[in-house]
């Protein structure tokens, strides 16, 4: 009987290693597929490191080991306690924040700490049909006329993501700042929506669609597939967008620059997007997790982004890179777009923020309600629930 047990107790303790096989097992979760490349990019790393397994969990989100999320959680994560604060690890490893695209780093920080990495990143950029018009608009003026001179019954001025969500938020933001206009004096800040500057931004957004008509009424149902579709199928001169669209454009037809600025701006001023990635508190690999994530920033990693999943890498060097210059001929164009974008106010709350902010913002797209009173009633709620909350 005790030779049964023995072998029992022999028979269990080779299952667990069998199972484990002795590695540290490293759960990464949220949105990492990046159409297939983040599981490539798992399964080289687990080469790499034979001592370590890498588990894709994208359901996991915020529980996993290490996990992505998107650049406006860095506030929401921080105060929550959901992601590990790295400053004295990057010093230790001799991490510069230089390394990587400095506005994309900036969403990483948080109260005078670093809560992650940027992982890659996103912008919005204006693309145009070159054999259309003969120069890209640099003003909201500009934008109107050579739309309305341009297009014809079968050919709209411009098309964007104009549906109720996150992306109309940032479409909004961009009017505000390339007028001028602005949204947030500091972290966890009042914010201030009803400028004179922000309200003739919103207006004149909403007149792009009612008043100069050089969009179509059905852009505010419109997605980001939906408007990038109906640019790719010849329809629209302008294209407001992401970098997604870029692998997909007709070199010979379209071109891409910054955004136009209105009559009070500098200059068009674009939203910043992207991933960064983030370290769970109470993962028991915490080092592991590090050293996963600075691989992932790194120089083979963001390459494969860039090359494989066409994201715009936060690291600077991919961009000149020799393939990458080859492969990706506008990534070098979007750069400087990349650095004069400016990021969402980081909030503890933003989500919520954000939810307020959607419907302000979609209520005068619709003619259903005043910009002016929009604006104000928007400031209003969110400052309420940021007084509230704190």
């Given at each position: 009987m005790k030779a049964k047990y023995l072998f029992l107790i022999f028979?269990?303790?080779?299952?667990?290693?069998?199972?484990?096989?002795g590695k540290k097992v490293i759960v990464f979760g949220g949105d990492v597929s990046l159409g297939g490349v983040?599981?490539?990019?798992?399964?080289?790393?687990?080469e790499h490191n034979p001592d370590i397994e890498i588990k894709l969990a994208p359901g996991k989100g915020e529980s996993a080991d290490v996990f992505a999320a998107a650049i406006t959680q860095t506030a929401v994560l921080a105060e929550k306690n959901k992601a590990l604060p790295l400053e004295k690890m990057l010093k230790?490893?001799?991490?510069?924040?230089?390394?990587?695209?400095?506005?994309?780093?900036?969403?990483v920080k948080y109260k005078d700490e670093i809560y992650g990495l940027p992982w890659y990143t996103d912008v919005g950029i204006l693309y145009y049909r070159k054999d259309v018009v003969p120069y890209p608009p640099t003003t909201w003026d500009e934008l109107v006329f050579l739309s309305q001179n341009y297009r014809d019954e079968k050919l709209w001025g411009i098309v964007f993501?104009?549906?109720?969500?996150?992306?109309?938020?940032?479409?909004?933001?961009?009017?505000?700042?390339?007028?001028?206009?602005?949204?947030?004096?500091?972290?966890?800040?009042?914010?201030?929506?009803?400028?004179?500057?922000?309200?003739?931004?919103?207006?004149?957004?909403?007149?792009?669609?009612?008043?100069?008509?050089?969009?179509?009424?059905?852009?505010?149902?419109?997605?980001?597939?939906?408007?990038?579709?109906?640019?790719?199928?010849?329809?629209?001169?302008?294209?407001?967008?992401?970098?997604?669209?870029?692998?997909?454009?007709?070199?010979?037809?379209?071109?891409?620059?910054?955004?136009?600025?209105?009559?009070?701006?500098?200059g068009g001023v674009s939203c910043l997007g992207g991933q960064?990635?983030?370290?769970?508190?109470?993962?028991?690999?915490?080092?592991?997790?590090?050293a996963f994530i600075r691989w992932l920033t790194g120089e083979e990693a963001q390459k494969i982004i860039a090359l494989q999943a066409g994201e715009l890498p936060a690291l600077r060097e991919t961009y000149t890179d020799y393939e990458v210059q080859e492969r990706k001929p506008y990534f070098s164009e979007v750069l400087p777009i990349l650095y004069q974008a400016r990021t969402r106010p980081q909030l503890e709350y933003y989500d919520a923020v954000s939810a307020i902010l959607q419907?302000?913002?979609?209520?005068?797209?619709?003619?259903k309600a005043a910009v002016e009173a929009s604006l104000k009633k928007a400031t209003e709620r969110v400052n309420k629930l940021i007084n509230k909350e704190n």
């Open positions: 028979l269990l303790c080779f299952v667990l290693l069998g199972c484990s096989g983040g599981e490539e990019l798992v399964k080289l790393y687990n230790a490893a001799e991490v510069e924040a230089d390394k990587y695209v400095a506005t994309a780093f900036s969403t993501e104009g549906k109720q969500g996150e992306a109309l938020v940032c479409n909004v933001f961009e009017y505000f700042w390339s007028n001028g206009g602005g949204v947030a004096s500091g972290e966890g800040q009042r914010l201030y929506l009803q400028s004179e500057k922000n309200v003739d931004a919103l207006r004149f957004l909403v007149n792009v669609v009612h008043w100069h008509q050089i969009a179509p009424e059905d852009v505010l149902e419109f997605s980001n597939q939906d408007a990038k579709q109906m640019f790719l199928d010849g329809r629209a001169i302008f294209m407001r967008g992401w970098s997604d669209a870029l692998s997909e454009i007709d070199p010979r037809k379209v071109s891409v620059t910054d955004l136009p600025k209105g009559p009070e701006g500098s960064n990635l983030y370290i769970n508190p109470k993962t028991k690999y915490k080092n592991e997790a590090f419907n302000c913002f979609y209520m005068p797209m619709q003619k």
